[in-house]
C-alpha cells in the first residue's frame, strides 16, 4: 500500500465558513475525495490545519506566537 500525506492548511484541512462546524463533510473534503479516486492501494492521509503557513509563525506579530502553525517547524 501507498501512503500518500495530504499536508496543508485550511483548504486541507476542508474549512467551510457556512458548515455548522466550519468543515465540509467528509464527502466533500478534496482530500477525501482524492482518496476515493485513489481507490485501494492507497492510504492517503489529512494533515491540514487552519491558519497553518508554510515558513511563518502565527500570528505574525502579536504574542503569543503559536509555532505550530508554523510548517517550517513542524514537518521535519
Known amino acids: ?3 500518500i500525506l495530504c ?3 485550511s483548504n ?3 474549512y467551510c465558513h457556512t458548515a455548522p462546524d466550519l468543515r465540509y463533510s ?3 473534503r478534496w482530500v477525501n475525495i482524492l482518496s476515493v479516486m485513489l481507490g485501494d492501494g492507497f ?3 489529512n494533515e491540514g490545519e487552519n491558519g497553518r503557513t508554510t515558513a511563518y509563525d502565527w500570528p505574525p506579530n502579536p504574542e503569543p506566537s503559536l ?3 508554523n510548517g517550517l517547524h ?3
Do not use: A, N, Q, R
Open 1 to 3: 500500500m501507498k501512503t
Open 7 to 9: 499536508y496543508g492548511d
Open 12 to 14: 486541507t484541512y476542508g
Open 26 to 28: 467528509e464527502d466533500k
Open 43 to 45: 492510504s492517503v492521509i
Open 67 to 69: 509555532p505550530e502553525k
Open 74 to 76: 513542524i514537518l521535519p
